[in-house]
């Protein structure tokens, strides 16, 4: 679940409900190894990725949109694995 209840945050999603709404939905950047480096840690030295794939995937970018997809009964969305997660 979400727990961000900040206005700024709530504003978000609800612009982001809006675009689900007119059929944007941009897909969710996402990794399926451990260490998990999210968009806010870009441009910062992480430990190497293990090799190993997880069963599950890690959203890095893409929070927003996964909480307006939950609020709108949505069960699947686009998403991509990046390159430098695939490393």
Do not use: W
Not at 38 to 67: C, W
């Amino acid at each position: 679940d979400h727990d961000c209840p900040s206005k700024t945050c709530e504003d978000i999603i609800q612009q982001k409900i809006d675009l689900f709404k007119a059929g944007d939905i941009e897909p969710l950047e996402v990794c399926n190894q451990k260490p998990v480096n999210p968009h806010r840690m870009q441009g910062k030295q992480s430990a190497d990725k293990t090799g190993i794939s997880e069963p599950f995937y890690f959203v890095l970018n893409g929070h927003h949109r996964l909480e307006a997809a939950k609020r709108m009964g949505l069960e699947e969305l686009p998403v991509y694995l990046t390159q430098k997660e695939k490393e």
